[in-house]
């Protein structure tokens, strides 16, 4: 199965996003073509870690490969308590923050060449990540791939059940007004995750703190579409290449 088109040059290009995540706040949301708007918690992603963060993290088995790490909350937390992680996002506003906050970040899709593949222990794909592409299947086709046989996944799912695709823009509704371009996304609660993780086997699913959660673990096969060739897509300019932000070698190449 290829990649969801331009998923990631979308987001790199939602300049509110970024505007945001280099203020340490919002108003943000996604809006839909419908005008219906899913407000994103900017706050929260750029604070610290929180307990109910704190309790998936706990969940983590070996190296951990989080995707879409926004502003490095989670990758901070990990790496302040010595745990082996590293920290992909398209926007370059996300990584140099979660560089800042000592964490190790490279810009880069997940559907792009990774550091360690087939080798990470678990992958988190918080803060409705799920969502990457619009294509929940290829997602899961595609972290199954960047996993150790046995190894986990973590998602954060949407609380109510829904299993939704659409094409959404970040918006800014302040004064700025600002509008980022169209991108392919999706909304799945635990009931449609499940559904869509055949091959997967269901670890644990829990809600905390009005968040809710799934926990898959990968039965030991490589799908197909799991190598390492990035989209063939023309899009791709020179600042979207992957780069070790951080100075380091990516965690799961040590």
């Known amino acids: 199965m290829s990649a969801p088109p331009a998923t990631g040059l979308a987001w790199a290009a939602a300049d509110p996003y970024a505007a945001a ?22 706050e929260r992603w750029c604070a610290r ?20 790490c926004g ?5 901070a937390e990990l790496a302040t ?10 926007s370059e506003a996300a990584v140099d923050r979660t560089v800042r906050l000592g964490g190790q970040a490279l810009r ?11 080798r990470w222990g678990t992958v988190l794909l918080m803060d409705g990540n799920i969502g990457i592409g619009g294509d929940p299947r290829a997602l899961l086709d595609r972290v199954a791939g960047l996993l150790r046989p046995g190894g986990l996944l973590v998602a954060e799912t949407a609380p109510e059940d829904i299993d939704e695709r659409s094409r959404v823009q970040v918006v800014d509704l302040t004064g700025t007004g600002t509008t980022g371009i169209p991108f392919p996304w999706a909304r799945l609660g635990t009931p449609a995750l499940l ?15 009005g968040r809710c959660f799934a926990a898959l673990r990968n039965r030991g096969r490589r799908s197909a579409s799991s190598s390492a060739e990035a989209p063939k897509r023309t899009a791709v300019i ?12 990516p965690v799961a190449d040590r």
Do not use: K, M, Y
């Open 195 to 209: 559904r869509h993780a055949r091959g997967w086997e269901r670890a644990d699913q829990w809600t905390a703190g």
């Open 21 to 42: 995540l280099r203020a340490g706040h919002g108003p943000l949301f996604l809006r839909r073509a419908d005008g219906w708007l899913l407000p994103l918690d900017v």
């Open 49 to 68: 870690a929180d307990a109910v963060d704190r309790d998936v993290l706990a969940r983590c088995e070996g190296t951990v490969l989080d995707v879409g």
């Open 238 to 249: 020179s600042s979207q290449r992957a780069r070790n932000t951080s100075g380091g070698s």
């Open 71 to 75: 502003p490095g909350r989670l990758v």
């Open 108 to 118: 880069r899709s997940v559907f792009e060449p990774l550091p360690g593949e087939g």
């Open 81 to 90: 308590g010595g745990r082996p992680v590293l920290g992909i996002d398209v």
